[in-house]
């Protein structure tokens, strides 16, 4: 039997969880980010592939799927990016009155959490995410919480995970040049355990303020700026995250593309990385391999989330 939404409040809770981790643009950038919500011991609402964090609403941009049966699967061995991800797509569960979803390749390592998770790319946890020193800064900062070397989303970063999650109790995990994701048995307590730890960082680090969105058809007056300090070859040739490796091409630093997105994932990037200047940190860039996995990637099963 279909999921009934008139039934059951979850998918205004998941709205809820979405808005409150997607309207800032310091802590999620185009497609990134995601928020999960469980609603017994096999059944849990996710995100939905594609869609973006502020656009998720009771009435849809979220999937249903069985997640006690993905956290068995990735248990006893994930198995190939294609098979774990094809896997996940079959847990999908119908949701009376919505259309059906493709669920996030990031369900995975949802399914391990507790029963809410908040996934951001927050750039004051990517300035320690992205940095050769961050994690060690990090542990003075949070002494119990895990930092996962940089691992591809999907079943890699899932093992990663999987080895160190916890179903019960609250979690904070620092993904290498990926993001945050801080789990909670309530929506309340999930939410100001994410705010607590970027306000932590913020002020840790005397922090500047994020800088101002700036609504543009191509580049933002601010990343025009930040880009011809950089220079493109260099944003082109050095890359810190899957965001930048997704949307940040050639024709996207011409002013061509998804901009909003876009401008986003740039205004972090240039944020992160004056920021690390500032602080004398040292970037940690992706290997080719790594950015090469997303250029494969782009139009397949990644989908930008």
């Not at 059944?43 to 009435?59: Q, T």
């Not at 220079?231 to 050095?238: H, K, P, S, V, Y």
């Amino acid at each position: 039997m279909p999921f009934d939404t008139s039934l059951d409040n979850a998918p205004e809770t998941l709205a809820r969880l979405a808005l409150a981790a997607g309207s800032r643009p310091d802590l999620t950038q185009g497609g990134g980010g995601n928020v999960s919500l469980k609603l017994n011991s096999e059944r849990m609402l996710i995100k939905a592939s594609g869609v973006k964090l502020k656009d998720v609403s009771p009435e849809g941009g979220y999937a249903l799927v069985n997640y006690g049966n993905i956290r068995r699967r990735i248990a006893s061995g994930p198995g190939s990016e294609g098979e774990f991800s094809d896997y996940i797509c079959s847990q999908t569960l119908p949701v009376k009155g919505i259309k059906d979803a493709k669920p996030s390749i990031e369900t995975g390592f949802h399914s391990l959490l507790n029963t809410v998770v908040i996934h951001t790319h927050s750039v004051y946890a990517n300035m320690l995410n992205m940095s050769v020193e961050g994690a060690a800064l990090g542990k003075e900062m949070f002494p119990q919480a895990e930092f996962i070397a940089y691992k591809s989303p999907g079943p890699q970063l899932c093992s990663a995970i999987n080895d160190r999650a916890r179903a019960a109790g609250h979690q904070v995990f620092f993904l290498a040049n990926h993001g945050l994701a801080v789990a909670n048995a309530g929506v309340l307590g999930a939410l100001e355990l994410n705010e607590r730890v970027n306000d932590t960082i913020r002020r840790g680090l005397s922090l500047p303020p994020y800088p101002a969105s700036d609504p543009a058809a191509g580049l933002s007056t601010y990343n025009s700026a930040r880009l011809a300090h950089y220079g493109a070859r260099f944003i082109l040739e050095n890359v810190l995250s899957p965001d930048q490796a997704l949307y940040c091409g050639p024709e996207a630093l011409e002013g061509r593309g998804e901009m909003e997105a876009v401008n986003e994932v740039l205004t972090a990037l240039f944020y992160i990385m004056d920021c690390m200047k500032t602080l004398n940190l040292t970037p940690r860039f992706l290997s080719k391999a790594d950015v090469l996995y997303f250029d494969a990637m782009k139009s397949g099963r990644y989908s930008r989330k």
